[in-house]
Structures are given as structure tokens and as C-alpha cells.
């Protein structure tokens, strides 16, 4: 997926639209700062999230990261392979490396997240 | 607030190289390079060179400072011949252990080797505590650098830098030799749990020293994250982890570390009664289901009871799979017993494994 047709969470989290589904992941910055994956834990499908919400969290050797819902929803299909192919985090994030969809209850409200170039600016301020 | 933190003089390296630099007790110092798991395997299998000039450098002279280090530490310093470093606790009084340090003896003088978080602690124990001996202790952290070069390739790496036979030091000896021509002390030591060197070098030609070693093909900058993750493997106890001033050394499994039959040391009395106490608890390895990693402080439980505390837990990259170590009741210590780790709300299936976790073939 190109991310310049995706939105963005400060919390590194990407967003892409289609139609009321979206599709959620993290960021090539989110895999590139915690490096050394080595288990992500995704919720169930039919959960119903708030925007906001942890739905799963990521594990590197360093630390635990919570994954948050950029938008409200309900999971309807969830990326089961990827716990065993943490590698796709790394080489595409914005592709292979997907984690959940959901039918999203407001969908103007991805209008309110960044486009890739604020998202942008927001990791290089955040890296200094 | 931020305090402003103290650097080594290979600060400026690791910052052009992508160290990623971190506050670690004190001091600006790089957690990775690259990543953790690749730096961790460079030292299991080619070499990997290590920035550890935060660790304190205390050198101790005169005609007393056997006897004040046999007082201040838990080995037998009077033992140690010329050229032999053995690993010590400092205890206090009511046992509880304020730092594990290594004890240096050369020709002339002896040198303690402390951890950075407790070097201003033990200066100032060693102040507290050196009125009547004939000695004289100086803080050479600042002046003189310290580096590590760990893993198989090391003697040939280190062999690079100095005349001084370093393929015929046996493990845990030191010794004075020239590297790169200039005064170093060089000892076959480690925190890695695989051979390798620490060499401590002038402050002001550390720099030479690590890039002419770097210029090794197989050489690899590495930062305390995968020392972190190596001497978890090697089952080395890390001050603040598994060792605290809460902590006697029979307890934290350490006992090997003790010679009662030393010259009086402090805390003597009561570590020997931690020594014959029973039902103290016991430090041992656990092998976690899945990959989730149990981190400092997760409960350690036996069906509903509580019965111990990890204080150290990763993904083990050697072996591939989640590995802790923790402190548990010795009802639950016995190899193979299983019981639960809580990480952030579920209950993991663990296993009490043999320590240590890796072991090099010898």
C-alpha cells in the first residue's frame, strides 16, 4: 500500500479507508524504533473497539507496546498469520505486515488523523 | 528536569555510528547499534566490542590494601595471586549485598572494578570505612577507559593490539602489557558468558584502540542491549535485577563468591546466618510457553499462590524462546517444576530450568 494514501495515529498506527472497512498496522518508524520483534498479540474477530482503545500490543526484545484502535469500529477479519511472520513487520509494513480490518462506525472520523507528510514532521519531532 | 549525564570518551563514536544512545545509570550509552539480536549473535559467534568505560575503575595501593579489600569484600583477596581477578560481593552489614564487583591483583596495586549505578556508593563506603589502613584509593573511571571485545574471535582480535600474549592468559587473569604501545591492563573477562577480553586503556587513546579493532571484518560495535540479553543467557546476575541491598548472597545463589574463611569481612556474621537460614528463597531459571517475555517484577505463581518474582526475563536469542530468571519460595525450585509467570494479566506456563540457560562449548 502506498502510504501516502493512508492516515496516520501519533501513537505510529497507520489507517487505510476503503469504503466503511479499514485497514490498521504500524508504521515502518514504529518497527524501525522498536527493532527486535518478537511477538504481537491481536484481538478476535467480531471485537468492537473504541477509537482510541488498545486492541493488541507488540513485543520487542527491549519492550511492550500497546497497539491503539485509530478509530471506532468492529474487527471483522484479523491478520492470523502474522504472529508467525513477525518479519513482515519489517520488510512491509504497510502491506503484508497488516494486523486487523474493521468496520468502522463513523468513517469521516479518519478525516481527524494525519496525512504522511504531518505524520512525518510528527516522528521527526518526537526523534529529537 | 533533565539531569546532564555523563559520557565516555567513546561517546562521539557510538553517536556517528547509529549508536542509539540511552540514560543508563547515569551515563549516555548506546542500547544497539543495528539491533540487539544481531549484535548478540555476533558475540556468540565472531566477536563484538563493547563500550563499558561507565563501569568504575578503583585502584587501591599501600601497604594496607589487601587487608582493607579482604574488610570490604566477601572473597579471599589475600588469596589471589599476582595476575588473578576473582568475582566478590560488597555486603553490609546485615548482609545485603551493595554491589558485585571483580577484585584485580597486580604486581603493585589492586583494582576494583564496580558497577556505574553504585560507584558513588561505594566510594563513599570505602571513605566510610578505610580509617586505620595505610591505603590509598583512587577513582581512575574518568582517566582511564574500559572496553570489552567477547565472543570466539576475540583473541585474534585482541591479539591485533597487543605484544602481550593474550592466546595464553588463562580465563580470570589479568595482566600489564602495552596496547598500541601505550600502558593498558588487559584481563581474559567478560559479562557475556563467552571468551573474551576487557581491556582498560588511557582515557585519551580509547578511541584508536576501538576503531583499530574495529577494522576486524568480523567485529561488531555492540551496545548493552544484547550485553543485557548475553549475561541473561550466562545466567550473570545484574545489580538492580537480581541483586539488591535486600539481598544476601546465599540467596542470590552467589555463595561461591563467600569464603568464610577469609580475613573478617562485613556482614560476615550475617551472611553465614543467611547461609544456614531456612526456607530463604532460591534464584532460579524459568522457560516461558510462547514468546511473550516475563519482565522484572511479573508474579511467579504455583497453582493460586504467589511464590516468587522475575527479576530478569527476554527472548533468549540463542535458543529462540522466552526465558527469565526469578526469585522463588524452595517449595517450587527444584529443576522441572512447573509453574505460572503473570505477564500483564495472563498467566504463561513455565518451566524451572537449570541454570545457566547457554554455556559455551569448553
Known sequence: ?128 | MTETLLRTPFHAWHADHGGRLVDFAGWEMPVQYTSIIEEHTAVRCSAGLFDIAHMGRLMFSGPDACRLLDRLVTNDVAALEVGQVRYALVCRDDGGILDDVLVYRFADDYLLVVNASNRVKIVEWIEDHCQGFDVEVVDRTHDWAMLAVQGPGSVELVAGVTDHDVAAMPYYRCAIGPVLGNPARISRTGYTGEDGFELIVPAEVAVSVWERLMEAEDAMACGLGCRDTLRLEAAMPLYGHELDEHTDPYTAGLGFAVKMEADEFIGREAVLAARDRDGRRRRVGLRLEGRRIAREGASVFSDASAVGEVTSGTFSPTLEMAIAMAYVEPAVAELGTAVEVDIRGKRVPAEVVKLPFYRRDA
Not at chain 1, 484502535?69 to 497488516?98: Q, S
Not at chain 1, 486487523?100 to 462506525?105: D, E, P
Request: proline residues 4%.
Open chain 1, 1 to 128: 500500500m502506498d502510504p501516502a494514501t493512508l492516515k496516520f495515529s501519533k501513537s505510529h498506527e497507520w489507517l487505510h479507508l476503503d469504503g466503511e472497512i479499514a485497514t490498521v498496522g504500524i508504521t515502518d518508524f514504529a518497527v524501525e524504533a522498536l527493532t527486535d520483534l518478537v511477538f504481537v498479540d491481536l484481538p478476535e474477530v467480531g471485537r468492537t473497539l473504541d477509537a482510541g482503545e488498545i486492541f493488541g500490543e507488540v513485543e520487542s526484545v527491549k519492550a511492550v507496546s500497546d497497539l491503539y484502535a485509530p478509530v471506532a469500529g468492529e474487527v471483522t477479519e484479523v491478520n492470523t498469520g502474522l504472529p508467525d511472520d513477525l518479519d513482515a513487520l519489517g520488510e512491509d509494513p504497510f502491506g503484508r505486515g497488516w494486523m486487523i480490518r474493521v468496520a468502522v462506525t463513523d468513517a469521516s472520523a479518519a478525516d481527524a488523523l494525519l496525512d504522511e507528510t504531518a505524520y512525518r514532521e510528527h516522528c521527526q519531532s518526537a526523534g529529537h
